[in-house]
Each structure stands twice: as structure tokens, then as C-alpha cells.
């Protein structure tokens, strides 16, 4: 194989995967630290950070933000905490994804309401700031 089929190819492949945003994941990988994505109803976001960290600084998000907490749970890889927000249930998952990454998923009602649950993210991530 000749250096100029070599580069044909290599170009194909690059353009595919950008087409089918595997470009991403080739290029940056994980690295969109503190990217949201929001499916199902729910935000989501991974950080680097420890689970008890990611459990601490959602308390104090909910504190700052005057959320009554009706339940909490944690143990070595997960968290979980459930609340009202008015009178909409709000819950917020916290899961290891390995041992110094941590997804952190919110969600408000039922069905999810968006920019609540990023206030929701966005308060908990103040709270990480602050805090380390």
C-alpha cells in the first residue's frame, strides 16, 4: 500500500467517524469534564471527583437553593438524594464511573424540566469550588 492510499484512507475514516461524532471520542475522548448532556428527562454531566465529594456538595447545592430533602442514600459507589421542588419531586444520582470519575445525573418532575434541573447542576457545581 502505497503512502497515497494510506492517506485516502485515513482521510475516509476521519470524515466517517466526524459524520457519526466518533470524532469526538478519537480526538478528546472523555475529556468534555463538565460538558452537559441532557436525554431522558434528566441532566447528566461527569466529573473528577470522588463520590463523596459529588454527595457533599449536592446537600449543599439543595441547602443553597432551599430544596427539602425527603431522602438521601450513599455508599462506596453511588449516591442518591430525592426532594421536592415545589411540588415537583426532584432527584439527583450520583454513580462511580471509575475510582476519580463521577457522573452526576439531575432531574425535576416527572417528565423533566430542563432548565431546573441545570440550575440544579449548575449550584452543585458552584458548591465544588467553593469547597475545594
Not at 36 to 48: A, L, M, P, W
Not at 75 to 92: C, H, P, Q, V, Y
Request: glycine letters at 8%.
Amino acid at each position: 500500500m502505497n503512502i497515497r492510499s494510506l492517506s485516502l484512507a485515513l482521510v475516509s475514516l476521519f470524515f466517517v467517524c466526524s459524520l457519526s461524532s466518533c470524532a469526538a471520542v478519537i480526538l478528546g475522548g472523555a475529556g468534555a469534564a463538565g460538558t452537559y448532556s441532557y436525554f431522558e428527562g434528566k441532566t447528566s454531566v461527569s466529573r473528577n471527583i470522588s463520590v463523596n465529594k459529588a454527595y457533599a456538595a449536592a446537600l449543599k447545592a439543595c441547602k443553597k437553593l432551599g430544596l427539602p430533602i425527603e431522602k438521601k442514600s450513599k455508599n462506596l459507589s453511588e449516591a442518591s438524594i430525592t426532594g421536592k421542588d415545589g411540588d415537583r419531586t426532584f432527584w439527583i444520582w450520583i454513580s462511580a464511573e471509575n475510582t476519580v470519575r463521577t457522573k452526576i445525573s439531575v432531574r425535576v418532575g416527572l417528565f423533566g424540566d430542563e432548565p431546573a434541573s441545570q440550575k440544579i447542576q449548575d449550584t452543585l457545581a458552584a458548591c465544588l469550588t467553593t469547597s475545594s
